[in-house]
């Protein structure tokens, strides 16, 4: 009987002793490590695959259950900030305390910027070819992301598509052309001849996109595309698109690109934005013109973020004489607009969340303007809640914002 026992005790030993060994392997393993580290989203098809393998028995005949990781979804109250203002430490905290005191809770930081340059070290080949990354003010980008979110703030990588001078003047193949196939440079607001990159090669859609699944690895949890557009510089009707330009409209050409760009990002877990006109909303010809459609963007991207800036709207605008003067109004209106406009997008169908970016500095060449202070950024903010939205970024080029603009 004593020996029946005890082949009993040791063969309960052994089972347990079992079981414990399978489950430490298996949370050795990646898969393991990562299924409490990251909240999940298992509605968005990827190659990154959990499969339960050898440990617990489970082998080809089962199903694979695909996951990827995201972030929770954040309700962005945020700032742009230059890299160069990230860069300094100084700064840095200075912003940080702010967003901490404020209602702030996100960060837009160039990774790419207006002028085709990195803001630190990618292992993008081409980008590495060209020298787009020689001087890169970030020194170590994912300890600044960790810095962010340490401190509760939601960062988000700022990618300039289109509008690459350095790109353009390095790889001459790759920029939008004049007819006899030299360079185009074309005038910009500013005055300043600007050469862009065509938005029909497909080089340039994979390099802007590896320089994002870059962002993505050291950290960030968006993806935002800017001037993700053709130029509307002066002289650009003078353009030679290629052959491709025959069979293909602008606004083709950017909604594939940013389908494209949504999928491959995909793999790496992040929310994809993009920031379009405001006047796409509801002129057909501006749509055509910079080749944003505001349906079909919004059929794939997860934020849409439209930049209804007041001084950016023309006198009478949608009934608004004089948009700058007339913040709550000139926003409220396009805010409806979009609504309406995104109704063509049916139930139940993907449609992108519209977040838009609002004026935090004054427009003085504008006639008439108004001096933007606390209570123009709080008309713009009603205006966004007003029309039943929840989400905004203000900009300012120089990073000076009105924080008394800003709720405790």
């Known amino acids: 009987m004593a020996l029946k026992r005890s082949w009993k005790y040791i063969c309960i030993i052994f089972i347990l002793a079992t079981t414990v060994f399978t489950t430490v392997n298996f949370f050795s393993t990646e898969n393991g490590k990562n299924l409490f580290e990251f909240d999940f989203k298992s509605n968005v098809k ?102 962010l979110k340490e401190n509760g703030i939601y960062p988000i990588a700022r990618i300039v598509v289109f509008k690459d001078p350095y790109l353009a003047n390095k790889r001459p193949d790759l920029a939008i052309k004049n007819k006899d196939g030299s360079i185009l440079r074309m005038k910009s607001s500013s005055g300043r001849a600007e050469a862009w990159v065509n938005p029909y090669n497909k080089e340039i859609w994979d390099y802007v996109v590896n320089v994002a699944k870059d962002a993505a690895d050291v950290g960030f949890e968006e993806i ?27 606004q083709d050409i950017i909604s594939e690109f940013t389908e494209y760009a ?9 929310y994809v934005s993009a920031d379009v006109y405001g006047t796409i909303i509801n002129s057909t010809v501006d749509s055509k013109i910079v080749g944003q459609d505001y349906v079909e963007m919004s059929k794939h991207l997860d934020y849409i973020c439209p930049m209804v800036y007041p001084s950016h709207f023309a006198s009478g605008s949608m009934g608004v004489k004089y948009p700058d003067l007339q913040p709550y109004d000139i926003i409220l209106k396009y805010m409806q607009a979009s609504e309406a406009k995104l109704s063509a997008i049916k139930k139940g169908e993907h449609k992108a969340i519209v977040r838009p970016w609002l004026q935090d500095f004054t427009a003085s060449w504008v006639k008439p303007y108004q001096k933007y202070t606390a209570k123009q950024i709080r008309e713009q903010k009603k205006a966004v809640y007003d029309a039943n939205l929840e989400e905004w970024i203000l900009w300012d080029a120089n990073n000076k914002y009105t924080l008394d603009g800003l709720d405790k």
């Not at 510089?233 to 003078?238: K, N, R, S, Y």
Request: hydrophobic share 35%; proline share 3%.
């Open 46 to 147: 990827t190659d990154e695959k959990l499969v339960l393998g050898n440990e617990f028995g489970i082998y080809e005949n089962q199903p694979e259950i695909n996951y990827i990781k995201y972030a929770k979804p954040v309700k962005v109250k945020g700032i742009f900030l230059s890299e160069w203002t990230l860069s300094s430490k100084a700064k840095r905290k200075y912003w940080i305390d702010i967003i901490n005191s404020t209602e702030l809770n996100t960060i837009v930081l160039n990774v790419k910027n207006d002028d085709g340059m990195i803001s630190f070290d990618t292992n993008v080949p081409l980008a590495k070819e060209i020298g787009s990354i020689k001087d890169a003010p970030i020194k170590d980008m994912r300890k600044l992301i960790i810095e």
């Open 224 to 250: 935002q595309f800017d001037y993700i557009r053709f130029s509307t510089g002066i002289g650009i009707e003078q353009a030679d698109f290629g052959e491709l330009a025959k069979e293909k409209t602008k």
């Open 262 to 270: 949504v999928k491959q990002l995909k793999t790496k877990g992040v």
